[in-house]
């Protein structure tokens, strides 16, 4: 059974940092395409970052380009997105998701595209 387990949220103060850890358990995770999602009080889950399988994409929404990095490590099965200049627009729950898919080179942005899904973790700053 495939698990996605995040951590690292917190509260901050705007322009402060963090960052949010996602471990995969239950299946290869150089296998996935992963993506990071969060939702905001009264809002719909919106896609946040995410890359390909191979690693050949990655794609980011435009109000968290060049403050926000997604990585990789294979060997501890963890997704990472490290949140700098933090805004307290940023405000929400952060949820990481998951696809098992082969040689595939897409970024899925749509939340039906994910078949596994964290927790969440929430992520408040403050002004």
């Known amino acids: 059974q495939v698990q996605l387990v995040e951590s690292g949220g917190g509260l901050v103060q705007a322009g402060g940092s963090l960052r949010l850890s996602c471990t995969l358990s239950g299946r290869t995770f150089s296998n996935y395409a992963m993506g990071w999602f969060r939702q905001a009080p009264g809002k719909e889950r919106e896609f946040v970052a995410g890359?390909?399988?191979?690693?050949?994409?990655?794609r980011y929404i435009d109000s968290v380009k060049g403050r926000f990095t997604i990585s990789r490590d294979n060997a501890k099965n963890t997704v990472y997105l490290q949140m700098n200049s933090l805004k307290p627009e940023d405000t929400a729950v952060y949820y990481c998701?998951?696809?098992?898919?082969?040689?595939?080179?897409?970024?899925?942005?749509?939340?039906?595209?994910?078949?596994?899904w964290g927790q969440g973790t929430q992520v408040t700053v403050s002004s």
């Open positions: 890359f390909a399988q191979s690693f050949a994409s990655i």
């Open positions: 998701a998951g696809r098992l898919i082969y040689y595939s080179t897409e970024v899925f942005r749509a939340e039906k595209e994910y078949y596994n």
